[in-house]
């Protein structure tokens, strides 16, 4: 959480608290598509340069994303600077996002967008994106809904069996204890 307060903090600003309720979201999509939702419309609100009809539309859209869900639960614990550094590769969300973000209709005509941050959005595609799938819900939960094939036939039957059990751990066949 500290290089998401950092983030928001240098490339947002006045617009802080608005930018960590909408990483806020973004920790609590569980489908691609939920998380391309808050991405396209935080690009539209953060990358426009002025403010026309988009702007207002996506902003809107990030309201009724906010209220509409509860707030995620975090606690906040001390870090050091080494806990804030992130060692990143290359994942198919880079390609993924970048697309998404160019494809986000941006207003470039009316009067000054107040929630422009120019470096913002950049360099959440840097650092956060690409490896979204793990600070998101995408892997949690079960996995058969995001598609309807076979093996997603399998993982929705295994996520079923698996949410029927009492524990959160695994059982050794032997001796039952946890992992």
């Not at 928001?8 to 973004?26: D, E, F, I, N, S």
């Not at 340069?49 to 207002?56: D, G, I, R």
């Not at 994303?65 to 001390?78: E, G, M, Y």
């Not at 892997?139 to 993982?155: A, S």
């Amino acid at each position: 959480m500290k290089n998401a307060k950092d983030l928001c903090k240098k490339h947002a600003g006045k617009h802080y608290l608005l930018c960590m309720h909408v990483l806020g979201l973004m920790t609590q999509a569980t489908t691609l598509k939920e998380l391309e939702e808050v991405v396209v419309s935080a690009t539209v609100v953060f990358s426009s340069p002025a403010s026309h009809e988009n702007v207002e539309k996506y902003f809107q859209n990030l309201q009724v994303l906010l209220t509409s869900t509860a707030p995620p639960v975090v606690k906040d614990i001390d870090t050091t600077e080494e806990d804030s550094v992130v060692e990143s590769s290359a994942t198919p969300f880079d390609d993924h996002f970048k697309k998404v973000i160019q494809q986000a209709p941006l207003d470039t005509q009316g009067e000054p967008n107040d929630y422009y941050c120019s470096t913002f959005i950049p360099k959440l595609l840097k650092h956060f994106l690409p490896q979204s799938v793990l600070w998101s819900g995408l892997l949690l939960g079960d996995l058969g809904r995001h598609g309807t094939g076979p093996v997603y036939g399998m993982l929705s039957k295994k996520y079923s069996r698996a949410a029927q059990n009492s524990t959160q751990c695994a059982r050794i066949r032997s001796g039952g204890a946890c992992l």
